[in-house]
T-cell receptor
Framework: QKEVEQDPGPLSVPEGAIVSLNCTYSNSAFQYFMWYRQYSRKGPELLMYTYSSGNKEDGRFTAQVDKSSKYISLFIRDSQPSDSATYLCAIYNQGGKLIFGQGTELSVKP | DTGVSQDPRHKITKRGQNVTFRCDPISEHNRLYWYRQTLGQGPEFLTYFQNEAQLEKSRLLSDRFSAERPKGSFSTLEIQRTEQGDSAMYLC???????????FGPGTRLTVT
């Protein structure tokens, strides 16, 4: 079993839709959760990070962690074509490294 | 504020050749990380440094791979006797030691023919 599982998609939505991206993880000791956005042939860009359970909001983006079910989510409101990218969830493992999911490819159609 | 930079951006090499990549982290960041990403997958951790010290190495980092950060600033990743399976994007990231946020460079895309 992979430590972090993420549906690779692809996910296609119309402009203005609410997007929900999700990951599950296996180790209940994980506490720091991150979302990165990666445009084609570019490096990942940090979007948001959260600690432990709860929600964190930044503009159109909301990150949510449910530690009881080991489930992390990223919601994008009023999605735009410029949001089209691959979204990677990542978990910080004590010792310094990030453990990434496979990434979900999102396409927002005008 | 200058971000993480990597050089070269693209490298095409023949199987069996040695290649070296360079990463320059954000200037005040004392931690530097190397990851590898293959098509359709998330980045996989290879190794990381705090200042000059290499603190952790993944089992993915075979003995053909070596990384250095001699003065605690830039880092190099060398792959000896490249194989076609080494074709991937090699990503560098940096952070401070008191945060969990890692900032990535644009990556070096390696193609082994």
């Amino acid at each position: 079993q992979k430590e972090v599982e993420q549906d690779p998609g692809p996910l296609s939505v119309p402009e203005g839709a609410i997007v929900s991206l999700n990951c599950t993880y296996s180790n209940s000791a994980f506490q720091y959760f991150m979302w990165y956005r990666q445009y084609s042939r570019k490096g990942p860009e940090l979007l948001m990070y959260t600690y432990s359970s709860g929600n964190k909001e930044d503009g159109r983006f909301t990150a949510q962690v449910d530690k009881s079910s080991k489930y992390i989510s990223l919601f994008i409101r009023d999605s735009q074509p410029s949001d089209s990218a691959t979204y990677l969830c990542a978990i910080y493992n004590q010792g310094g490294k990030l453990i990434f999911g496979q990434g979900t490819e999102l396409s927002v159609k005008p | 504020d200058t971000g993480v930079s990597q050089d070269p951006r693209h490298k095409i090499t023949k199987r069996g050749q040695n290649v070296t990549f360079r990463c320059d982290p954000i200037s005040e960041h004392n931690r530097l990380y190397w990851y590898r990403q293959t098509l359709g997958q998330g980045p996989e951790f290879l190794t990381y440094f705090q200042n000059e010290a290499q603190l952790e190495k993944s089992r993915l980092l075979s003995d053909r791979f070596s990384a250095e950060r001699p003065k605690g600033s830039f880092s190099t990743l060398e792959i000896q006797r490249t194989e076609q399976g080494d074709s991937a994007m090699y990503l560098c990231a940096s952070s401070t030691s008191d945060t969990y946020e890692q900032y990535f460079g644009p990556g070096t895309r390696l193609t082994v023919t």
